[in-house]
């Protein structure tokens, strides 16, 4: 049985970032550092990832004293396959993973497009909602919101 489906490093920082924005941000601006200490990925390929989420339309950025990254659209909006399309591009009828190999009459090569298909089709109906609302049901912790700031 199949465990795991292998999706490339940056596509899983991907999801897990904007994860991130949607479950703990609550539509506040979140710095890298903070998601990147919560999800265990190095703040600096977040970033990169971040800069591409945001010129594919699915982030915001701020910069300057409460600055960070924020969703452009609301979670119920946004689909893991925008989110996955916009770090490694559109989805290819190829080989699911592996190395490539020549064809073969023997091979049953008419499996990958379906599969590439039928992959694309599930991260298409799922949205950033619908992921935070099975990591509430998974009890995933939430990170503690900042203390409230008095001025006098």
Same mark, same amino acid.
């Given at each position: 049985?199949?465990?795991?489906? /292998? &999706?490339? #490093? ?11 924005? %949607?479950?703990? *941000?609550?539509?506040? =601006? ?39 990254? /924020? &969703?452009? #659209? ?11 399309? %916009?770090?490694? *591009?559109?989805?290819? =009828? ?42 509430? #049901? ?15």
């Amino acid at each position: 049985m199949l465990d795991a489906v /292998r &999706l490339p #490093r940056k596509a899983q920082y991907a999801i897990c970032g904007v994860f991130d924005l %949607a479950y703990n *941000g609550q539509g506040e =601006a979140v710095q890298i550092r903070a998601i990147s200490e919560r999800q265990a990925i190095p703040a600096r390929y977040l970033e990169q990832i971040f800069q591409r989420l945001r010129r594919a339309g699915l982030v915001t950025s701020k910069r300057g004293p409460g600055g960070g990254y /924020r &969703l452009a #659209r609301a979670p119920e909006e946004i689909t893991l396959r925008e989110v996955v399309e %916009a770090v490694e *591009g559109p989805f290819q =009828a190829g080989p699911v993973a592996g190395p490539q190999r020549t064809a073969t009459r023997y091979r049953p090569d008419f499996l990958w497009p379906a599969l590439a298909s039928a992959f694309a089709d599930l991260l298409e109906a799922t949205s950033l909602e619908s992921l935070c609302r099975d990591a509430s #049901r998974a009890s995933v912790e939430r990170a503690a919101p900042p203390p409230p700031m008095y001025f006098i």
